[in-house]
């Protein structure tokens, strides 16, 4: 039973999280086995070692606060007060750091057996704005998309956002030679997001005693992993921004609060295989099939997460790039995001 402590480690390298384990025995009738017995045995074993992964209720809220960190890829705060359009295209990695002393919370969670932390990404954004002056003087409006999917070996990532956003311009710019002030700009709108990543893999052989008609014998199950982590959110950001520029040189900064309204994480893993039955005394294998199964669901972000907002960007005529960083505050432990944007403004 001890080769089950790899599916442990496997389990919580991967952020395994479970509230119960889920143990399924399915062999043809026996008379020489107690199958009762067998399946009593098997899931005793496997909460033994799983069991301490029990309600990590911090890991799963941190992992939906870095999903909610991660759509926020290609923003355009750093493109205040373009005169037609603009046109971008970004990634974005959400991160949610446990504590101040990260050192010091990854050494404690073996007696916790939970860390509030999490990372994820929105790998491609695209996102376009327009400048409605026309209509109403100093107001803008966006929309970004985003949606990506692939399979790497064992991995398959699936990932999908969508946002609508209006800004805008509340104090005009200012020019001066070489350098401009961006004014302030305040605005919202929302974005929706959601994915899942999955991974598969094989254990190895895991083995258990079990008591037979009889004697004894052993269980050998020799099973495929697959644990599935699945994000969705909607979010409003409110943000109020300034920045500045010097010759080719962009700097944003600002601050807001993004209100998730909703968020869930779910994280679930399914171990299921062959399994055979055989006795120590000798006889005839008996051949089945094991499962085991769990997780943890219903995990969420921070409904307010106050933040800090910069960007450092270059600009080459209306091609330009662009690094938004963003500092959230206010949770038990600090979050971040951080992207690259690439646009074409005007």
Do not use: C
Not at 83 to 104: C, E, H
Not at 132 to 147: D, H, I, N, Q, R
Not at 180 to 194: D, H, I, N, R
Not at 281 to 305: H, K, L, P, Y
């Amino acid at each position: 039973m001890k080769k089950i402590i790899v599916l442990g480690l496997i389990l919580l390298l991967t952020g395994g999280m479970l509230f119960a384990v889920d143990v399924k025995l399915d062999f043809p009738s026996n008379p020489f086995v107690n199958f009762n017995n067998a399946l009593g045995e098997f899931q005793k074993d496997a909460n033994e070692i799983l069991g301490k992964f029990e309600q990590m209720n911090d890991l799963v809220n941190g992992m939906a606060n870095a999903s909610s960190f991660a759509a926020d890829g290609a923003t355009m705060r750093n493109f205040i007060g373009y005169k037609k359009f603009s046109v971008a295209i970004g990634t974005m990695v959400g991160v949610q750091a446990p504590s101040y002393n990260f050192l010091d919370a990854v050494d404690n969670i073996d007696d916790a057996n939970d860390i509030y932390a999490g990372i994820n990404a929105q790998v491609v954004t695209v996102s376009a704005g327009v400048n409605l002056g026309f209509l109403v003087e100093g107001l803008y409006a966006s929309a970004k998309f985003g949606k990506f999917s692939m399979s790497i070996e064992d991995f398959d990532i699936n990932m999908y956002s969508f946002g609508l956003f209006a800004q805008y311009q509340l104090i005009e710019s200012k020019t001066i030679l070489m350098a401009s002030w961006k004014g302030v700009q305040v605005g919202t709108g929302f974005v929706y997001y959601s994915g899942d990543v999955s991974y598969k893999t094989d254990v190895g052989t895991i083995e258990t005693d079990v008591t037979l008609a009889g004697g004894t014998g052993k269980l050998a199950f020799d099973p495929d992993l697959e644990i599935k982590l699945a994000t969705s959110g909607l979010k409003i950001p409110i943000e109020i921004m300034t920045g500045v520029r010097v010759a080719v040189v962009d700097i944003s900064f600002g601050l807001g609060v993004d209100i998730n309204v909703r968020s869930n994480v779910d994280l679930t893993f399914d171990v299921e295989g062959p399994a055979h039955i055989t006795p120590d005394a000798g006889g005839s294998r008996i051949d089945g099939t094991a499962s085991v199964g769990g997780g943890t669901e219903g995990g969420r972000a921070n409904i307010f997460s106050p933040k800090l907002m910069t960007g450092v960007g270059f600009s080459l005529g209306p091609v330009k790039l662009d690094i938004p960083i963003t500092y959230y505050f206010g949770t038990k432990g600090p979050g971040a995001n951080i992207g690259l944007t690439g646009a074409f403004v005007l």
